[in-house]
């Protein structure tokens, strides 16, 4: 979570917020001095994004406590300028499971507005907001009447059927009812480009506003991102580590120099290592970059040690690769082969990215 910071744990999930989120209070400030806004009204603007901001965690803890009602674990939820993520330790296999994680997120917001609901209805002047054309609260009796709009739309704005939104994750479980979940991920996909294709077009038109074109963009992109990573899990979980294991690997004892490492890297055939003590106990790992820290640092004598990673993860070489994808995912480069006990190989990043870009 490099640029962020923990504002919370709840649930036993940590929540962190990126110091980007600092941009759009800035820009609510901008905003309200070019509109010629009361610093009582600036205030309530900012009071208002803080609400939203608040109600998207929400939203993230719904995916994160639907999706530990299948036994999926979320490591963090990150709050960006963008909006919010729960990152789940994996997703949900099964279509219905699925559905019900992506769901329960525009559910928490469709929630809030129904709790609300009774004030918009019994409270007259709570249509003031409406009528000012804003979604912002300007004063203290306008801050329920935005937090209604503003939930409303985030939950109809999340089941627009395009990834990175719920509503892609939705259409995907759905067709995966039917279909294997690649080719369901590739008609999901599919679909989400085209929904932000008419987004960059008819924002680059000016009908929809320049945000909705970046916006689309954005979503377009992630759409293709998802599916690749589809297709590239299904590709893991069809191979084990034995198909692409390398036997013959270099070995670093601790107090070898850096500079050892470094001419090894340079030869390109060999860009992870394991390090060994001198009685052949595997004592850590060497990675790529860590090499090149020593290198950025101009510290070539050091010794092998003082960069190596003592975070050790063996895996068998009947194991899948998706599980060695899974493992590597929290940044570890290199992986030895064990049977009995007994270091047989060695698989780390660069083999797995060789084998994902075979046909």
């Given at each position: 979570?490099?640029?962020?910071v923990?504002?919370?744990?709840a649930?036993?999930?940590p929540v ?9 209070l800035?820009?609510v400030l901008f ?8 610093s009582?009204?600036a205030l309530?603007?900012?009071?208002t ?13 719904g995916?994160a ?12 939820i990150a709050?960006?300028?963008?909006g919010?993520i729960?990152?789940l330790?994996r997703l ?10 992506a769901?329960?997120?525009p559910l928490v917001?469709?929630a809030i507005?129904?709790i609300?609901?009774?004030y918009?209805?019994?409270?007259p002047s ?9 979604s912002?609260a300007?004063t ?29 994750r ?10 294997d979940?690649?080719k369901?991920?590739?008609?999901a996909?599919?679909l989400?480009q085209?929904?932000?294709?008419l987004a960059?077009f008819y924002?680059?038109?000016g009908?929809l506003?320049?945000t909705?074109a970046?916006i ?11 599916y690749?990573?589809?297709?590239t899990e299904a590709?893991?979980d ?7 294991m390398r036997?013959n690997f270099t ?5 070898e120099p850096?500079y ?8 390109d ?8 003590s001198?009685?052949?106990?595997l004592v850590g790992?060497?990675?790529?970059k860590?090499?090149?820290?020593a290198?950025?640092e101009?510290?070539?004598?050091s ?7 003592q975070?050790?993860?063996g895996v068998s070489?009947e194991m899948?690769l ?7 995912q929290d940044?570890?480069s290199?992986?030895p ?9 060695v698989?780390d ?11």
């Amino acid at each position: 979570m490099k640029g962020a910071v923990k504002i919370l744990t709840a649930f036993n999930i940590p929540v962190f917020i990126h110091w980007s989120f600092g941009l759009i209070l800035a820009y609510v400030l901008f905003v309200s001095n070019e509109q010629g806004l009361s610093s009582s009204e600036a205030l309530w603007a900012l009071i208002t994004v803080l609400g939203l901001f608040f109600c998207v965690t929400l939203h993230e803890f719904g995916h994160a406590l639907a999706a530990r009602r299948y036994g999926v674990g979320t490591k963090d939820i990150a709050l960006y300028p963008i909006g919010g993520i729960a990152r789940l330790e994996r997703l949900p296999k099964k279509p219905i499971q699925e559905f019900v994680v992506a769901i329960a997120g525009p559910l928490v917001n469709f929630a809030i507005a129904l709790i609300l609901l009774p004030y918009m209805i019994f409270v007259p002047s709570s249509l003031d907001i409406i009528e000012k054309g804003s979604s912002f609260a300007g004063t203290a009796s306008d801050f329920l009447p935005a937090m209604f709009i503003l939930n409303l739309g985030l939950g109809i704005f999340n089941l627009i059927p395009a990834f990175p939104m719920d509503g892609g994750r939705i259409f995907r479980a759905l067709m995966s009812i039917k279909l294997d979940r690649v080719k369901a991920t590739l008609i999901a996909a599919r679909l989400g480009q085209i929904i932000a294709a008419l987004a960059v077009f008819y924002g680059l038109q000016g009908k929809l506003g320049v945000t909705s074109a970046f916006i689309g963009f954005f979503i377009f992109m992630m759409a293709q991102q998802e599916y690749r990573f589809v297709k590239t899990e299904a590709k893991f979980d069809s191979a084990f580590v034995k198909d692409i294991m390398r036997v013959n690997f270099t070995r670093f004892f601790p107090e070898e120099p850096m500079y050892s490492a470094i001419n090894e890297l340079r030869k390109d055939v060999e860009r992870n290592f394991l390090v060994f003590s001198r009685d052949e106990k595997l004592v850590g790992i060497l990675g790529q970059k860590d090499i090149l820290k020593a290198m950025k640092e101009e510290r070539r004598t050091s010794e092998v040690y003082q960069y190596m990673s003592q975070k050790i993860v063996g895996v068998s070489k009947e194991m899948r690769l998706k599980q060695v994808f899974e493992v590597m995912q929290d940044g570890i480069s290199i992986c030895p082969v064990m049977e009995d006990s007994e270091v047989i190989g060695v698989i780390d990043v660069t083999a797995m990215n060789n084998f994902m870009r075979k046909k």
